[in-house]
Structures are given as structure tokens and as C-alpha cells.
């Protein structure tokens, strides 16, 4: 279960950002997971619950939004997505394809319980 390290990466730097901005009690996360990274969103919830406990975030709530796969031809520009996984162009040929979406774990928003003054 990868999800439980991706998990403790976020909630580590949750924590940290948590510290310095001196919130008192997240709320809510909203994740950006790429399908690349082939999370379980159940298994993502189970382990972010999980490895909440204690920290800052505990009892709060997690939000998965899931990103699909993209991948560009650099030659003519096309872009295609998981209904054809390879990294060769479909349409010219080309091998040199990139791929532009599907990777995210990125943290997309986080509620805070705060005084809600603080613009950041
Ligand atoms: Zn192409």
C-alpha cells in the first residue's frame, strides 16, 4: 500500500507549513492525485485518517480530485490520454512524448480552523 507513504509525505509538510503559519486546526484537504500514481482513493482515505492521528490535521477531512493522464507530442503538438498509453505519437510517429498531466500529488487546498484574518 503505496498510499500510505504518499500520505505521510503531505501530512509532513502539512505539519511543517501547519507550524510556521501557526494554524490551530485544519479542517479539510483537497489533493491533486494524478492517475499515474495509481492510488486507491479508499485506501488513500484510510490511510490519511490514519496517519492524521496526533498531528494537526487529525479528524480532518480528506479530498481526492483526480487528474488524468496527459500525454503531448512534441513534433505536432497532439495531445492523447489513457486510451492510448504509450509514449509514441499515435498520430506522426514521433517517440520524444511527453508526458504533461497524470503525475500530481499535489495539495490543492487545506481548510484551516483559524481566526480567518490572516490573508496569506
Ligand atoms: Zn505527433
Same mark, same amino acid.
Given at each position: 500500500?503505496?498510499?500510505?507513504?504518499?500520505?505521510?509525505? +503531505?501530512?509532513?509538510?502539512?505539519?511543517?507549513?501547519?507550524?510556521?503559519?501557526?494554524?490551530?486546526?485544519?479542517?479539510? +484537504?483537497?489533493?491533486?492525485?494524478?492517475?499515474?500514481?495509481? +492510488?486507491i482513493?479508499?485506501?488513500?482515505?484510510?490511510?490519511?485518517?490514519?496517519? #492524521?492521528?496526533?498531528?494537526?490535521?487529525a479528524?480532518?477531512?480528506?479530498?481526492?480530485?483526480?487528474?488524468?493522464? +496527459?500525454?503531448?507530442?512534441?513534433?505536432?503538438?497532439?495531445?492523447?490520454?489513457?486510451?492510448?498509453?504509450?509514449?509514441?505519437?499515435?498520430? #506522426?510517429?514521433?517517440?520524444?512524448?511527453?508526458?504533461?498531466?497524470?503525475?500530481?500529488?499535489?495539495?490543492?487546498?487545506?481548510?484551516?480552523?483559524? &481566526?480567518?484574518?490572516?490573508? &496569506?
Open positions: 500500500m503505496h498510499e500510505f507513504s504518499l500520505v505521510s509525505a +503531505v501530512i509532513d509538510s502539512l505539519e511543517q507549513y501547519g507550524a510556521e503559519q501557526g494554524w490551530q486546526q485544519v479542517k479539510k +484537504v483537497t489533493l491533486k492525485i494524478g492517475a499515474m500514481r495509481q +492510488v482513493p479508499e485506501t488513500m482515505r484510510f490511510a490519511y485518517k490514519a496517519a #492524521c492521528e496526533g498531528t494537526l490535521l479528524g480532518s477531512e480528506l479530498e481526492i480530485v483526480n487528474v488524468p493522464i +496527459v500525454v503531448r507530442c512534441p513534433k505536432c503538438g497532439r495531445e492523447w490520454g489513457e486510451e492510448h498509453m504509450g509514449m509514441v505519437c499515435p498520430y #506522426c510517429g514521433c517517440d520524444d512524448a511527453q508526458m504533461t498531466q497524470g503525475m500530481e500529488l499535489d495539495i490543492d487546498s487545506v481548510e484551516v480552523e483559524d &481566526d480567518g484574518e490572516k490573508e &496569506d
